[in-house]
């Protein structure tokens, strides 16, 4: 339960000394793709922040988000970040199950109400009453509409509570729906991805815990520190496509080279996230670096926009079909045009009268 | 193949300019940038290893390191798993990372009264 | 409707709608020339000249050195434009792909920078063919509504694909909608409009080719 010890007495009283807090402010300026010129403004800022208290629900979704969160051992400055803020309700992840948990999350709700960060991850089905995905006897919908109410600002974490993800792909069965579909009267970030970057995760929740407002965000609602730039612009492969440089198969020699995947279909050109510069699994790699393009996670509705080993430039259906058609309706309408044009051809030749000299003197015969 | 290492090294050479005559010099995040593969050990070798290297305890193991150019120092974050966390080059003449911060230099004075005083209080009381 | 719907019903059915005009366009124009027909030319034809036709196809790509000299501005923008459409077209490495995946066949691909250039220099001769059509008297006077539309229909594509490449003005993912769209807009009207001097162009060169040919004039 949050209370009213400061971040910066949080953390020594856990034993961190100040040059270690100073560590974690420049990683957490890092972290929110901020100069290093700001760590001394977020060094104070933090210093006096008040832990703030989070509501995490966790609705239509496959717990990817919070593995992904997870994954990272402590004591890391994740797991840091998550020690600063006062997780009141998570139900995978806190110690009660049942009635206490729901009773947790009504005890917070109350007393922090108007204050707590509400965290959604996971798609709302709204088919139906709502009814293919409940807790606690309370459909995701209702239950969404009522954390909504006291909550500061909403952070949709993943694709599915962003855009409707996966469960909103065709022909989406359950009716799921993002947050902000729902939800209208609320500052929304959308943290999308399949799963997010963790440190996306945590980066959103230190510059609400730093500022206590919640960053810049783009036409999609997403910060724009993270989603700022398309992968294929942060790309370390960019300058092969540059160059025309082009891997035709997952196995020739252009792939062994690392040459650009734009032919195998990344969808990096149209897809905006951090995957190119954080990289996944402590900065290790991603997905481009491993030798597969990118899937456009982070972007609506990637799961129906065409296959995933098409060039994005190529059209998502087949066209011969069309060209077939359409050549042999021209054909047709083209022979129409002909016979028309050589019966009115042969009209005119029946028509035509041949003129004799004779004809011609006629008239000048008549006026004499 | 490289591409991204000389621009960098070029905004080092200015930083150290500005560090030469005005004192104050700068940083290089490279925590985050899309480096290319080849790029940090061209960069490590251009620094080259510097006269001075000292580990922080905090947080995990935090290596600051002087580069052969004097002035850049080469400073990697890591957590308790050892992964890197941040890391920077920075142009300065000393890191502020390394330097005591006043209110430890205050708390220690306070506490080394203490202990003197517990001392003292000691070798009367015996 | 979001960027990426845009995009994805451009590359879907916005493709397959254009295509099919563009096709059946194409047919029925040719059909309607070549049904015409023209008048059996009774005379004997001069010695030598059974390749007339197709030669002019080739030479009358050759600037005429009395015309080059009158109209150096035509010519020059002319020909900086039609190349530079064609490199763009043809060598740029996503539409490299879009013919593999389209028609089966494919090549190397130019440079981007190479391609960024040219495609760039090719807007540019489109702006000054423009203004020299408003500025000179006698082409504006014979300008019609079909030479303002044909100008707008090629400026599109190119226009928004600089824009695209370069991130331009609007977000990539939009931008790039608006570029395969633009590009399905001149299909549909290429049949329609001057344009369809992409093909046409053959036919008349070898039509006049031959007649002249015909009479013995020199070529």
């Not at chain 1, 496509?241 to 997952?250: H, N, S």
């Amino acid at each position: 339960m949050a209370d009213e010890h400061s971040l910066g007495e949080l953390l020594r009283e856990q034993g961190i000394s100040r040059r270690g807090f100073l560590k974690f402010c420049g990683a957490m300026a890092s972290l929110m793709a901020l100069p290093s010129s700001m760590v001394p403004a977020i060094a104070a800022a933090l210093e006096k922040a008040q832990r703030p208290s989070v509501i995490w629900l966790s609705f239509q979704e496959c717990t990817g988000c919070t593995e992904s969160l997870t994954r990272s051992h402590s004591p890391t400055l994740e797991s840091l970040i998550l020690n600063a803020i006062s997780l009141d309700y998570h139900h995978t992840l806190q110690a009660a199950s049942g009635e206490a948990a729901e009773a947790a999350r009504e005890a917070a709700m109350k007393q922090f109400f108007g204050k707590y960060l509400l965290v959604v991850d996971g798609s709302i089905p709204t088919k139906d009453g709502g009814v293919y995905s409940t807790i606690a006897g309370i459909s995701n919908l209702d239950m969404l509409h009522e954390a909504a109410k006291g909550a500061a600002a909403i952070v949709a974490v993943g694709t599915c509570a962003a855009f409707g993800g996966l469960p909103h792909a065709s022909p989406n069965p359950t009716g799921a729906v993002a947050v902000s579909d729902i939800i209208k009267d609320k500052p929304i970030i959308n943290v999308s991805g399949c799963p997010p970057i963790p440190v996306v995760i945590t980066g959103v929740l230190a510059h609400y815990l730093t500022f206590g407002t919640i960053p810049e965000l783009d036409d999609l609602g997403r910060p724009k520190s993270f989603y700022g730039e398309s992968i294929h612009d942060r790309c370390y492969r960019r300058p092969f496509y540059d160059q025309g440089k082009f891997a035709k198969t997952f196995d020739d020699e252009g792939a062994r080279n690392g040459w650009c995947l734009f032919e195998l279909g990344c969808k990096g050109p149209t897809t905006f996230n951090a995957c190119a510069t954080t990289k996944w699994n402590q900065g290790t790699s991603f997905p481009i670096e491993s030798g597969h393009g990118c899937l456009g996670c982070s972007e609506p509705d990637f799961w129906d926009a065409g296959s995933f080993y098409q060039a994005l430039s190529t059209p998502i259906t087949p066209v011969g079909r069309a060209a077939a058609v359409a050549a042999a309706a021209g054909i047709v309408g083209g022979a129409a045009i002909a016979m028309h044009n050589r019966h009115t051809k042969a009209a005119a030749k029946t028509a035509h009268q041949t003129v004799t000299i004779d004809d011609l003197e006629k008239p000048s015969g008549e006026a004499k | 193949m490289s591409t991204n290492a000389p621009p960098l090294l070029h905004e080092i050479a200015t930083l150290l300019d500005r560090l030469a005559r005005t004192g104050e010099g700068g940083n290089v995040q490279l925590y985050g940038l899309p480096l290319q593969p080849g790029d940090y050990e061209a960069l490590q070798e251009a620094l080259g290893e510097g006269e001075i290297s000292a580990e922080l305890q905090a947080l995990g193991p935090t290596q600051i390191r002087e580069t052969a150019l004097y002035g850049v120092w080469w400073i990697t974050h890591r957590n308790g798993e050892q992964e890197v966390v941040d890391e920077s080059i920075e142009v300065t003449r000393c890191p502020a990372i390394l330097q005591t911060p006043a209110e430890d230099v205050a708390e220690a004075a306070l506490a080394l009264r203490k202990r003197l005083s517990v001392a003292t209080k000691g070798e009367h009381d015996g | 409707m979001s960027d990426m719907a845009l995009l994805l019903w451009a590359r879907g059915p916005g493709l397959q709608i254009a295509l099919t005009v563009f096709i059946i366009g194409m047919l029925l124009k040719l059909f309607e020339i070549f049904s015409l027909g023209r008048k059996k030319d009774l005379s004997t034809p001069r010695p030598g000249k059974a390749w007339s036709g197709w030669k002019t196809i080739f030479s009358r790509s050759l600037p005429d050195r009395t015309l080059l000299k009158r109209t150096f501005p035509t010519y020059l923008m002319g020909y900086t434009f039609h190349i530079g459409f064609f490199i763009a077209l043809l060598f740029f490495a996503p539409h490299i792909e879009l013919f593999r995946k389209t028609v089966g066949l494919g090549w190397p691909a130019l440079p981007t920078t190479l391609v960024d250039g040219v495609t760039l220099l090719s807007i540019v001769a489109l702006l000054l063919m423009l203004g020299y059509r408003l500025y000179h008297p006698v082409k504006r006077f014979l300008s019609t509504f079909d030479d303002y539309a044909s100008w707008a229909l090629t400026m599109a594509p190119l226009l928004s694909g600089y824009l695209a490449v370069h991130h331009l003005l609007l977000p990539y993912t939009l931008m790039l909608a608006i570029h395969i769209l633009s590009v399905e807009l001149l299909l549909v009207f290429m049949p329609f409009t001057k344009l369809f001097h992409t093909v046409s162009l053959f036919i008349s060169r070898w039509y006049n080719g031959d007649a002249l040919g015909h009479k013995g004039a020199r070529l």
